[in-house]
T-cell receptor
Framework: GAVVSQHPSWVICKSGTSVKIECRSLDFQATTMFWYRQFPKQSLMLMATSNEGSKATYEQGVEKDKFLINHASLTLSTLTVTSAHPEDSSFYICSARDGDRVTDTQYFGPGTRLTVL | AQKITQTQPGMFVQEKEAVTLDCTYD???????LFWYKQPSSGEMIFLIY??????QNATEGRYSLNFQKARKSANLVISASQLGDSAMYFCAILPDTDKLIFGTGTRLQVFP
């Protein structure tokens, strides 16, 4: 099956710093990637849709200036949490769609656990 | 509005037994997809099985099968011959025309020897 990697797996940072998370599709090209956030014991909530070569589409309530998304190539999307604060601590997980059809399967990365002190 | 409902917060099953995880959905779209993902304690979301709304046959992937009842808007996951490694959270998700996966709240499955 298709493989998606994320880096780093976990990160601890001080309040006010920025953190960059990478999402890579290893064996397929992904025009579209998605970024989700998951709080403990809760489901995944879509934050934004990342399209290669264009601006990301953010869900309602997600601050685009705080969560910067760049999809510079067909295999890499990055999420930068700017000026992170403790309330940003969460599990961030990306997915990459293998194909251009809406119904094509999304494959998920292993996630990044962010803790902001 | 699209919605996924998983009514079982937790399920227990003995090893080698079959288990059914419930999922119902609500959508007004004619075309949509239904997915099941497994999330072990490591956090990774593992794709298990997919069912298209126009597929007449129930999807099967190894020990996983999807009991799709379109009229009742249900897409239950059946795991046959449970294994200890099946212990995890299981999420049902719908992909409507909006191109955004919507997840249910999940069911925690625990397989015991």
């Amino acid at each position: 099956g298709a493989v998606v990697s994320q880096h780093p797996s976990w990160v601890i940072c001080k309040s006010g710093t920025s953190v960059k998370i990478e999402c890579r599709s290893l064996d397929f090209q992904a025009t579209t990637m998605f970024w989700y956030r998951q709080f403990p014991k809760q489901s995944l909530m879509l934050m934004a849709t990342s399209n290669e070569g264009s601006k990301a589409t953010y869900e309602q309530g997600v601050e685009k200036d705080k969560f910067l998304i760049n999809h510079a190539s067909l295999t890499l999307s990055t999420l930068t949490v700017t000026s992170a604060h403790p309330e940003d601590s969460s599990f961030y997980i990306c997915s990459a769609r293998d194909g251009d059809r809406v119904t094509d399967t999304q494959y998920f990365g292993p996630g990044t656990r962010l803790t902001v002190l | 509005a699209q919605k996924i409902t998983q009514t079982q917060p937790g399920m227990f099953v003995q090893e080698k037994e079959a288990v059914t995880l419930d999922c119902t959905y609500d959508t007004s779209d004619q075309s949509y997809g239904l997915f099941w993902y497994k999330q072990p304690s490591s956090g990774e979301m593992i794709f298990l099985i997919y069912q298209g709304s126009y597929d007449e046959q129930n999807a099967t992937e190894g020990r996983y099968s999807l009991n799709f009842q379109k009229a009742r808007k249900s897409a239950n996951l059946v795991i046959s011959a449970s294994q200890l490694g099946d212990s995890a959270m299981y999420f049902c998700a719908i992909l409507p025309d909006t191109d955004k996966l919507i997840f249910g709240t999940g069911t925690r499955l625990q397989v015991f020897p």
